[in-house]
């Protein structure tokens, strides 16, 4: 038998060192030891069949019984214990600073105890338009403001009244505008005239109605005068524009005694309706 210490205990686990004198003389392949450049494992596995060794190292290996099953491809190394995962401390978040206000916002505009068909033009600052509005029919457009305030200039008109040119020092959102204008003084209850506001150049106006002077087209630059009736029903008038480039357009009108301005707005023409026009 062979006392080699490796040999002795390769029927069980564990770690051998091949080195050392062997005392079996019997199998001198076995006494002479390995072989030059054998390695450990090739070695255990020639000296005892059926033993299957893994290479630990140049002079040592792992060995077990092969009726124990394959060993892995690589012997079992020992688990490093874990390092405990430490976070780091969260840094406290800055302050979002707030963005200074940009752009345009819009200022809505309100005219406290103006007079019926009061009209409004802006004359400078920053206008919406250029034309004057009868502020009863729809109100005044919104007027957009770049900053935190801007400064109008409006011209102010109602028939009957003596006409203002006011400054006011605009904000955004509502806007109260307080309106005082002074009476011309006393008003003929038969008489009206009526003047054309924001039509465009070369604009022709035809009246139909009872009050009407006569039946032909005017210049919408100049006013026109009416004898007045009792009733609204019998003051109603109605004025067709006419313009080159705009299409026709139709303004009832109630008229009242005194100056009355009539604004009038026309819609432009394309040129593919221009162009069926000619066809």
């Not at 090739?42 to 092969?66: F, I, K, N, W």
């Not at 008489?191 to 005017?218: E, I, L, N, W, Y």
């Not at 009416?226 to 008229?255: D, H, W």
């Amino acid at each position: 038998m062979n006392t080699r210490i490796f040999l002795c205990a390769a029927f069980s686990l564990g770690v051998f060192a091949c080195a050392g004198k062997s005392s079996d003389t019997a199998n001198p392949s076995i006494a002479s030891g390995p072989a030059a450049g054998e390695s450990c494992a090739a070695y255990v596995g020639r000296s005892a069949p059926g033993v299957q060794c893994l290479t630990v190292d140049a002079g040592h290996c792992q060995c077990s019984l092969a009726s124990a099953g394959p060993w892995p491809t690589q012997p079992t190394q020992p688990t490093q214990p874990t390092q405990p995962i430490t976070s780091q401390p969260t840094q406290p978040t800055q302050p979002t600073q707030p963005k200074p206000a940009g752009g345009v916002k819009m200022a809505k505009l309100t005219f406290q105890g103006a007079p019926d068909y009061t009209t409004v033009q802006c004359v400078s600052g920053p206008c919406p338009t250029s034309a004057s509005v009868m502020i009863s029919v729809a109100g005044y457009p919104d007027v957009p403001i770049a900053g935190e305030a801007a400064t109008v200039r409006f011209d102010i008109k109602a028939p009957n009244y003596r006409g203002a040119t006011v400054d006011f020092r605009l904000t955004p959102g509502e806007n109260t505008i307080p309106v005082a204008l002074e009476p011309t003084g006393e008003v003929d209850m038969k008489k009206g005239s009526v003047a054309f506001d924001g039509a465009p150049q070369g604009t022709m106006v035809k009246c139909q109605g009872k009050r009407c002077p006569d039946a032909a087209q005017h210049p919408s630059s100049e006013s026109m005068n009416f004898t007045l009736g009792e009733t609204e029903e019998e003051n109603k008038v109605i004025f067709s524009f006419s313009a080159p480039g705009y299409r026709t357009t139709i303004n009832v009108y109630i008229l009242k005694p005194g100056k009355n301005r009539v604004p009038v707005k026309m819609d432009v023409v394309n040129p593919d309706e221009r162009a069926a026009g000619r066809n």
